[in-house]
Every structure is written in structure tokens, then in C-alpha cells.
């Protein structure tokens, strides 16, 4: 839609904005993809480390190209059609960008390092309720020892 709005050269009509307006609002839930592929992709223990990350590069690209479309409108003289045209243009470099980010990184299932990052959740899982259980008094403390050795396998 945006190609569609930047590629006329007279202002876009109310309803073709309209549309793009609707494609933005439900295109936008598609970010989440980051979240999955960082609950996927690494152990529990570095989960909220590696959403932080997600959530922050989400906004540091938001602002970058806010920032990039500020200096291409000051050095087109200005809020004028053609300026708003190509500053809106910065958006394209980091969509294919992104897109990359996405094929290069994505995860096909039963992949190893799906599988890796499984085994480090269900390691880190037997670790904790074995020491549950030491706590308790239900175990004995060779079991924990045991069960930081499989964490750190």
C-alpha cells in the first residue's frame, strides 16, 4: 500500500489512505514474530534478555527511521509533498532489511538449535525441581549435584 500512496504524484485520496491506514493496523500484530523466534531460539535462562533485546530493536529502528526522515525533510527545504515522498522512502531499506533478519535466522521445527534450546529448558526444569525437592527434604544433596551436571551438559 505504502508503494501504491509514495508512487502518485498528486495527494492520495481519503480512501485510498483509508486503506492503507486498515493494512498498517493489522499488519502490525506481525511484529510479534521477534518474540517467538527469542522464546524459540534460547534457554529460559536468557529469556527475558533475549525479549529485551526484541523489544528494544523494534524501537531503535522505529526511531532511527523517524530520525532519518527528519534529516531527508530538512535537506528537501522543509513539510513539502515531495520531501514527505521521499522521507517516507527511509522505511523500504529497513523493511528488507528486516525481512533478511527473518530467512537468515528463522527456524525450521525439530531444527538443532530448536532442540538445543528445548533440552536447555527441560535441563534447567529438572535442575530447579531438584532443588525443590532438596529444600524440602525429600532429597539428597548428591541429587543436586547430579542435576547441575545435566544443566550444564
Not at 52 to 74: C, D, R, T
Not at 87 to 116: C, F
Request: aromatic letters at 10%; a positive charge.
Amino acid at each position: 500500500m505504502w508503494t501504491i500512496v509514495l508512487s502518485r504524484s498528486e495527494p492520495s485520496p481519503l480512501w485510498l489512505l483509508t486503506i492503507l491506514v486498515i493494512v498498517i493496523s493489522v499488519g502490525g500484530p506481525g511484529s510479534v514474530i521477534g518474540f517467538d523466534y527469542a522464546r524459540t531460539s534460547n534457554p529460559s535462562s536468557a529469556m527475558g534478555t533475549a525479549q529485551g533485546m526484541v523489544n528494544i530493536g523494534g524501537f531503535l529502528a522505529s526511531l532511527i527511521v523517524i530520525q532519518v526522515m527528519g534529516v531527508i525533510l530538512g535537506h528537501m527545504g522543509g513539510y513539502t509533498f515531495d520531501g514527505f515522498r521521499v522521507a517516507w522512502m527511509v522505511q523500504y531499506p529497513v523493511w528488507v532489511l528486516g525481512i533478511i533478519g527473518v530467512l537468515v535466522t528463522r527456524v525450521k521445527p525439530g531444527a538443532p538449535s530448536r532442540q538445543k534450546a528445548c533440552t536447555y529448558a527441560r535441563s534447567a526444569k529438572s535442575f530447579v525441581a531438584t532443588n525443590n525437592s532438596i529444600a524440602s527434604g525429600n532429597s539428597s544433596p548428591a541429587g543436586e549435584v547430579t542435576a547441575r551436571q545435566s544443566y550444564q551438559a
